[in-house]
């Protein structure tokens, strides 16, 4: 076990490499996307505006042909040359042989081979070279008209912008990859803590906890969470070392006891009466130790729950009334009054468990009464509601728990120095801890001035509404 916590994994197996890659992916795309659309705002715009420009313009002209003819194109043309001031506009009309009649190129670009489409062409206009932004189209009587536009100027934005978004997404990926490495680096910091403390207590030092950072974060919050973790397994293993002891400690008198009888029997027993005898008295040892076991591998039943599927609603009062009847008998023997005190005997509250597990955890806490109640005392049985619970309390007047053993009281195997010499194994509180857990509810032990007060606090079953009555099928008639 200890191996394979140390084993290492390869640099494309890392959670954090995988982290890091996912952020660098993220922030790669979000950068595209950003220059994406930076690009379209404004390179894109000038764009628009330039074809929108041109087809608009086609479309006057177009009109002008049809309303005056091949002179009133012409004149219109020369008039906007005349009144281009940044002599960015460019025109031109050819006849059907593509001779030139009016415009300023001296000729139809070979290039434009196609009418209705885009072109970007270099022209020479007064022996200066610059891009241009054109368009061909188609006029009656086979002349064609050439419309366009001066785009030096804005191809050298579109070059800048370019250049600018370039260095933009370059400086965005090395942030990413910075990023990226940092969220690495935290997480195997943060992994490495958590895999320390997983090794230390592969490797016996169950003491050793999760670092917190202080800073009150996820990773904080995980490691909260594995050091409660590692508590409730500390608390069991030493219940576990405990009950091994208390086993080993409390079986070892019957069984030896048992063990002396037989040889005892066996070697002075001067006849079958003896004999038989002898061997009763072991098989009362060994039936005692076998509950014992028999107490342990139920509660451990109970602890895991294997009897909740089993639960169903159980109504109290006939339960306390059969738990009154059966020990108020065996407290007469004992000079002892048990009394059964509920606040609304006509309304009993309902739980929803299991009934055989709750009238042996009242049986305990009624034996327990019982044991150590002094000649002449009073046990009382009570029930009441209070809020969504149901509190059921056995107090009687013995010596009670003192408030510092108390948290122990619970412990298996753990018996008072005022119950020493009292009959019983220590299991008996254990047995309705358990119960009280697996229904949800808690056990409390307090002072009953003198003795003690065991209430086993459980959840109450709502009742559930009444069916509203069914309608009649059909109304009575009514009285003549």
Do not use: C
Not at 150 to 177: H, P, Q, S, T, Y
Not at 357 to 371: H, I, S, V, W, Y
């Amino acid at each position: 076990m200890a191996r394979a916590g140390r084993r290492r994994f390869g640099f494309g197996r890392s959670v954090g490499v995988r982290f890091a890659a996912v952020y660098a992916l993220v922030f790669g795309l979000s950068s595209a996307g950003l220059a994406t659309f930076l690009w379209w705002d404004t390179v894109g715009l000038l764009q628009r505006q330039v074809e929108s420009a041109i087809n608009v313009d086609a479309r006057s002209l177009a009109a002008r042909f049809q309303a005056g003819g091949l002179p009133l194109l012409i004149a219109t043309i020369n008039r906007r040359i005349a009144l281009n001031v940044d002599d960015s506009a460019i025109y031109l009309v050819v006849d059907p042989s593509y001779q030139p009649v009016a415009g300023n190129l001296r000729g139809w670009p070979k290039v434009v081979a196609r009418l209705g489409v885009w072109y970007q062409v270099p022209v020479k206009r007064a022996q200066i070279v610059s891009l241009a932004e054109m368009r061909g189209y188609q006029l009656p009587l086979g002349f064609r008209l050439l419309i366009g536009r001066d785009v030096e100027a804005r191809a050298r934005l579109r070059a800048l912008v370019a250049g600018g978004l370039l260095w933009a997404v370059l400086v965005m990926v090395v942030l990413g990859i910075a990023g990226a490495l940092a969220i690495r680096g935290l997480l195997q910091r943060a992994l490495a803590n958590v895999s320390r403390t997983a090794n230390a207590i592969a490797g016996g030092d169950l003491s050793h906890r999760v670092a917190l950072s202080g800073r009150g974060d996820e990773f904080d919050l995980l490691a909260e969470t594995i050091n409660d973790m590692l508590d409730r397994m500390s608390r069991l293993m030493d219940g576990v070392r405990q009950v091994s002891n208390a086993i080993a400690h409390d079986l070892r008198t019957p069984i030896t006891r048992a063990r002396a009888r037989l040889e005892d029997a066996l070697s002075h027993a001067e006849g079958d009466a003896a004999l038989r005898a002898a061997i009763e008295r072991a098989t009362e040892d060994l039936d005692a130790i076998n509950a014992i076991f028999q107490a342990l591998l139920r509660i451990s039943e109970i602890e895991a729950g294997a009897r909740r599927a089993a639960f169903a609603a159980v109504e109290l009062r006939p339960l306390l009334a059969d738990l009154h009847e059966l020990f108020t008998a065996a407290a007469e023997e004992r000079g002892l009054a048990l009394d059964l005190l509920q606040e609304d005997p006509a309304e009993a509250p309902t739980l929803l468990g299991d009934r055989e597990l709750l009238q042996q955890a009242l049986a305990n806490l009624l034996d327990n009464a019982l044991k150590f109640s002094p000649p002449g005392g009073r046990i009382t049985l009570s029930v009441r509601r209070q809020g969504t619970m149901v509190e059921i309390t056995v107090a009687d007047q013995g010596p009670g728990i003192p408030p510092a053993e108390r948290f122990r009281a619970t412990e298996r195997f753990y018996r008072a120095e005022s119950a020493r010499h009292t009959p019983g194994s220590g299991l008996g509180l254990s047995l309705v801890q358990a119960v009280a857990q697996l229904h949800g509810g808690s056990l409390r032990l307090e002072d009953n001035e003198p003795g003690l007060a065991a209430t086993l606090a459980l959840p109450a079953r709502e009742p559930r509404p009444a069916p509203p009555a069914p309608l009649p099928a059909a109304l009575p008639a009514s009285a003549a």
